[in-house]
């Protein structure tokens, strides 16, 4: 590589590392303690700290890691050599309640010496910075050296890593690249020496451990698993700080990192504090608390931290790897992708913070990576890459939902809406009202919770849709989001339940696909669904009635149903069966029960297979409905807050079983998954404001209004069927309307007496749903409808005859042609 315009060097000293390419790359552990960016949107890099060190750096977006991890070692040349992760005792504190600045104060286990670090990104540039303190035993402290072990995996891996140590200005440091990623590593006082190593093999922490000094000082390692390493003589500097400065070149990098080193560390930490004061989270929540608010503070926080600063309004799931000390460059997507149901749940608890620009930042990026067809990829790369492909309607209702919450707020400035609300309304009424995969990201079929949110966004369409003049399309998504309603119970129910003897009709996980069903999975018998994730040998295969999820909560929370309903409060005696799991921390319950998403039963990382464990978001959704039944919710609110690390993160699961110290698992507290889980904190604020509002925040008065009262106080009823040509229905109810639904226009050639007679009705277009035809029915009516479609535009014919039988009441089984038992 050439010197760049002659303003660095690099140095040779003991020439290449051997060993390459180095073991095989691996990430470091999720369970982080803070995530650390400025609040300025001009620096575009993000920070997280894990057992008292910096682990994974993200830059430029916050979905693209550059580094493993970087730790400080300490050896004295000749009796020991200390690492942080094993040989200190620390205590970790935010510099200041409401900015992402940390403190870690750590002491070796002997007693001898003391070392403060300080973590912050710098104010307005892609550098994190590192002041660190060293105090303690002077006879100690004089024959001292530190030593900062660095691990790139710059561009989104380990793997095909290069580094040599460089000389700027007459600076010793680091340089480390890989296709148009740099990072320059280096400290204010310059490093003594520095050794560029391929990990297992030539890297410092092999040379240090093995020899108790630094005994390498090899120049350069190309292409391999790299560490590289550089001294500070701490005999002469007691308080330095280090820089790891990212760029998309070498100047860049080099420069930021200069840059930086140039400005004293207490004049960044001021900006640094200053920009997040001016954002501090509202204290009126911290009423709600039962911690004076210093969760609330960090959530605030977090959920902020997660938004991107190149493609604003985008927010990722978590900036960890979920058991990432097991995986390697293999798995890219980690939990730093968008998914829209949690970015929906983050844009959700902006608003109920007061942050109404926030939301609509996020809107406004949602509607900017919404697919022609009005839908969204399950998740995607910051940039609208999709990652994964399944469909997952709650994906597409819960934009429409924070559509209608920052319309009714008047927050949605000069957008326009309509739009994108009528587009990914459409696709609810071409797949609904079943869906590829529910929220789990796992199985096909009827839900309770994804037709919790696809009946709340329809009703929410037909809102916004309706005020601005359209009100054919508004009748029509209220129709359909009436017919779903109408029959949600018959979808998800089962009358023949196991999980508890005395109560056989509760609420499923999901009901799969019928045969002649969307996303029918011809492989797997009638009334059965797979369960992923399960270890080899264990049983996969389960009838739906033995499956239960907390999902049916999502009726009573948005106001589908109400609080008392039966069959609800019959279904939370089910679940709290299998599912509720008490910790010392407090109460949480599983997903489902047979679930495999989780650490393994031996304590080990999920890797294929597990154990799925308790997640505390679903203390959140009970918490709501015990809000909503006048219940007491401040025992949840504690759970919540000792659910969460030292640092205020909070795990997307924690371990259920008994301890298992080998493992460092313990009950209650933090698994090997994601951590932080951005929608559990937003799960956590928004349950303060609903406690301090007094009133589920996430209720929609539109749908409440029209659902959550007694049937008999309904100023509706639907006696609707709605057919789709890749859904089709055998029957419905006499007196009830039959409606015909086609993406394309369409005329209906249908009798009602066995051809006798045939009756024509032409389709009615009603904007981006397509077209549609009813065909009403008398009161008294018995006996069948059949119809054909024909296509005018193409000169098509749908090419066989449909029928549809007329029964003189409602029917178990009529919403189908074929209907799995359950």
């Known amino acids: 590589m050439a010197l760049l315009n002659g303003t660095y060097r690099w140095l040779e000293d003991g020439g290449p590392a051997f060993g390459g390419p180095g073991l095989e790359p691996r990430w470091t552990s999720s369970k982080k303690d803070a995530v650390l960016t400025a609040y300025a949107a001009s620096s575009r890099i993000w920070a997280t700290v894990s057992h008292g060190t910096l682990n994974e750096i993200y830059f430029p977006t916050i979905d693209r890691p550059q580094t493993r991890d970087m730790e400080l070692l300490f050896s004295d040349g000749e009796t020991f050599c200390h690492e942080e992760k094993r ?81 700027v200005s007459g600076r010793r440091c680091v340089m480390a690249w890989k296709n148009n990623s740099y990072l320059c590593f280096g400290a204010d006082c310059g490093f003594t020496r520095s050794s560029c190593g391929f990990v297992g093999n030539s890297d410092g922490y092999q040379d240090l451990t093995s020899h108790m000094a630094m005994t390498w000082e090899y120049g350069q390692a190309i292409d391999g698993n790299v560490a590289v390493m550089g001294e500070i003589d701490v005999a002469r500097f007691r308080e330095f700080t280090i820089a790891i400065s990212l760029g998309e070149g070498p100047h860049s990098a080099v420069a930021g990192m200069m840059q930086s080193l140039s400005t004293p560390f207490e004049q960044h930490l001021k900006r640094f504090l200053t920009q997040w004061q001016r954002a501090s989270a509202p204290e009126e929540l911290a009423d709600a608390s039962t911690d004076g608010g210093r969760l609330m503070r960090i959530s605030h926080n977090m959920i902020l931290a997660h938004e991107d600063k190149t493609y604003s309004g985008a927010f990722i799931a978590s900036a960890s790897i979920p058991w990432g000390n097991a995986k390697s460059d293999d798995d890219l997507g980690g939990y730093h992708l968008v998914w829209t149901r949690d970015m929906c749940h983050s844009a959700g608890a902006m608003l109920a913070c007061g942050r109404v620009e926030t939301a609509l930042r996020a809107l406004v990026y949602l509607a900017c990576t919404q697919k022609p067809d009005g839908g969204f990829a399950q998740n995607f790369w910051i940039d609208g890459t999709p990652y994964w492909s399944g469909i997952q309607l709650d994906e597409v209702a819960f934009p429409i939902i924070l559509a209608w919450r920052i319309w009714k707020l008047g927050g949605l400035g000069k957008f326009d809406v309509l739009p994108f609300v009528s587009s990914a309304a459409a696709f609810l009424t071409r797949y609904a009202p079943v869906t590829q995969q529910e929220r789990w990201e796992e199985n096909a079929g009827y839900s309770p919770s994804t037709l919790a949110a696809v009946i709340s966004a329809l009703i929410c369409a037909s809102d916004i849709i309706h005020a601005h003049g359209s009100d054919e399309l508004a009748k029509f998504l209220e129709d359909y989001a009436d017919w779903i309603e109408a029959h949600l119970d018959e979808w998800t129910t089962t009358t023949r339940g196991v999980l508890d003897p005395d109560i056989p009709y509760h609420y499923m996980r999901i009901r799969p696909p019928a045969e002649g069903e969307p996303f029918h999975n011809p492989t797997i018998p009638p009334g059965m669904i797979n369960i992923a994730n399960r270890a080899p040998g264990e049983k996969y295969a389960f009838e739906a009635r033995e499956v239960v999820d907390g999902g049916f909560l999502e009726l009573v ?266």
């Open 87 to 167: 040989d200190f005792e620390y205590d970790f504190h935010y510099i200041d309640d409401s900015a992402l600045a940390v403190r870690v104060v750590a002491n070796d286990l002997g007693g001898r010496y003391t070392v403060t670090k300080e973590f912050i990104t710098d104010p307005h540039h892609p550098v994190v910075l590192m002041r660190v303190k060293v105090e303690g035993d002077e006879a100690i402290l004089s024959r001292l050296k530190c030593y900062a072990l660095l691990a790139p995996h710059l561009d989104g891996g380990g793997e095909g890593n290069s580094a040599r140590s460089v000389d």
């Open 557 to 822: 929370r948005y106001g589908i149903r109400r609080w008392d309903d039966p069959l609800i409060q019959s279904t939370i005696k089910v679940s709290d069966q299998v599912l509720k799991i008490d910790t010392p921390y407090g109460t949480c319950w599983r997903r489902y029960n047979h679930d495999g998403y989780g650490q393994r039963k031996d304590g080990g990382p999920f890797i294929h297979f597990g154990q799925g464990r308790a997640w505390p978001i679903l203390t959140g959704e009970r918490a709501h409905y015990e809000l909503e039944a006048g219940m007491d919710v401040k025992k949840h609110i504690t759970a919540f807050e000792r659910f969460s690390s030292f640092g205020g993160m909070l795990p997307e699961q924690v371990w259920d079983y008994a301890d298992m110290p080998s493992e460092g698992m313990y009950l209650g507290r933090s698994a090997g998954s994601a951590q932080p889980l951005v929608w559990a904190h937003a799960e956590y604020i928004k349950l303060l404001r609903s406690v301090h509002d007094g009133r589920v925040f996430d209720r929609i008065s539109v749908v409440e209004q029209r659902y959550a009262v007694p049937k008999e106080k309904r100023t509706f009823e639907s006696r609707m069927e709605i057919f789709q040509t890749g859904r089709p229905i055998s029957a419905m109810v006499q007196g009830g309307t039959l409606r015909i639904t086609d993406q394309r226009r369409f005329r209906v050639l249908w009798t009602a007496d066995n051809w006798a007679t045939t009756n024509t009705l032409e389709s009615r277009v009603v904007g981006k749903p397509g077209s549609y035809a009813d065909i009403q029915t008398a009161p008294d009516q018995t006996g069948k409808i059949e119809f054909t479609l024909y296509y005018p535009q193409r000169d098509e014919w749908l090419g066989r005859n449909q029928v549809v039988n007329i029964y003189e009441k409602q029917q178990p089984q009529q919403a189908a042609a074929s209907k799995p038992q359950s």
